[in-house]
């Protein structure tokens, strides 16, 4: 390789690397933390294995982020909608009224689905109740990144219906303690 070719190299590796650096600091802006995952419908008509393994990826579902501070008090809240590949990524300043974030008392969970088969929220993988931000899945210079498993919905065909008993139902007045 003569001079000529060494050359290019160099400049070819300067070049790639520029663009790499750059690619990262757009995802890695100083003190913001980003929080990602995707949303699948669970469709329970489906053998086992598609059912458990076969999530199809929802596009329009909104997830939100709510974070509290000591006193259980809302600091920060916002949401996304997820994308053609059922992904979505919120993103959240580090500091919010000049203190920081307390990322343990932060929390991520589904809020609707404009789908109109596949629009019941289910706990699989905790997106009904909502899953606490622990332990960053990367950190890189200024890029914190959280990478949850994954949200699902189901369709009503699949939802387990609600066959707890309340005692404070009225009870039927024509027989002694019987339940409708």
């Known amino acids: 390789m003569g001079f000529a070719g060494a050359l ?56 939100s982020l709510t974070c509290m501070d000591k006193r259980s008090r809302v600091v920060h809240y916002t949401s996304d909608t997820t994308d053609e590949l059922g992904q979505y990524d919120l993103a959240v300043n580090k500091y919010v009224n000049g203190k920081e974030l307390q990322t343990k008392r932060c929390s991520v969970r589904l809020v609707s689905s404009q789908d109109t088969v596949c629009n019941i929220l289910t706990d699989f993988g905790g ?31 699949c939802d387990k219906p609600d066959t707890d008993v309340d005692v404070s139902e009225p009870k039927d007045s024509h027989r002694q303690g019987g339940y409708y």
């Open 8 to 63: 290019v190299f160099i400049f070819a590796s300067m070049l790639v690397g520029c663009t790499n650096n750059l690619a990262v600091s757009a995802l890695g802006e100083p003190g913001v933390i980003h929080v990602g995952g995707k949303v699948l419908c669970q469709d329970c008509t489906q053998g086992w294995n598609k059912w458990v393994n076969g999530g199809k990826p929802m596009k329009g579902v909104r997830v």
């Open 127 to 157: 997106g009904k109740s909502g899953v606490k931000l622990n332990s960053p899945t990367s950190v890189y210079r200024s890029l914190i990144k959280y990478v949850l498993n994954p949200f699902y919905y189901t369709t009503p065909m």
